[in-house]
């Protein structure tokens, strides 16, 4: 496995302690991606372990990767934090900031039609094909169906007579 990020040293798997008050779930298809992802990319982002509480404060979702991926270990930067309370905010803030983010989706968009070239598989960029064509289709719709046009009434001035 490579490891391309910064880290403090390679912890044997199975003593790397998840933090068991950690608000955020990970869903089966998210782990299966994220364990793709990591298998191609190789570690970007070690996993960060609170140097006095010893459980994971970031990366709980890199480590059930690891795991899916059989890894016997794993990066790990372990951080000192001046208090409990400093360690649970940056817990539930790496949980929430992603969520602030907004995509600009026509960039986005272009960003997709460049990688997709046939050489790289885009679920590593994290969209599957369901979601790409939902994007794609943002911005290039399907034709809008017209109603047929209603044949128009003609009226005689003189007698009133009507007609199509």
């Known amino acids: 496995m ?6 403090t040293r390679l912890e044997p798997i199975e ?15 998210q782990i299966e991606l994220l364990a793709k992802i990591l298998d191609f990319q190789g570690w ?24 899916r991926l059989k890894l016997k270990k794993v990066p790990i930067d372990v951080q000192v934090y001046d208090s409990e309370a400093q360690e649970w905010a940056d817990l539930v803030a790496d949980n929430r900031i992603a969520e602030l983010a907004e995509m600009d989706r026509a960039t986005l968009k272009d960003l997709i039609e460049e990688l997709d ?16 064509e939902d994007l794609m289709s943002e911005f290039h719709p399907d034709p809008i169906e017209e109603e047929p046009l209603e044949a128009a009434v003609n009226e005689c001035p003189k007698c009133g007579h009507k007609w199509k």
């Open 44 to 67: 970007r982002s070690p996993i960060v372990v609170s140097k006095s509480s010893g459980f994971i404060v970031r990366g709980h979702g890199r480590l059930l990767a690891a795991q």
């Open 117 to 132: 070239t046939g050489e790289l598989d885009l679920d590593l960029t994290g969209f599957d094909e369901s979601s790409l």
């Open 15 to 29: 003593k790397v302690i998840p933090n068991p008050r950690n608000p955020n779930t990970h869903p089966e298809g």
């Open 2 to 7: 490579k490891h391309r990020c910064n880290y």
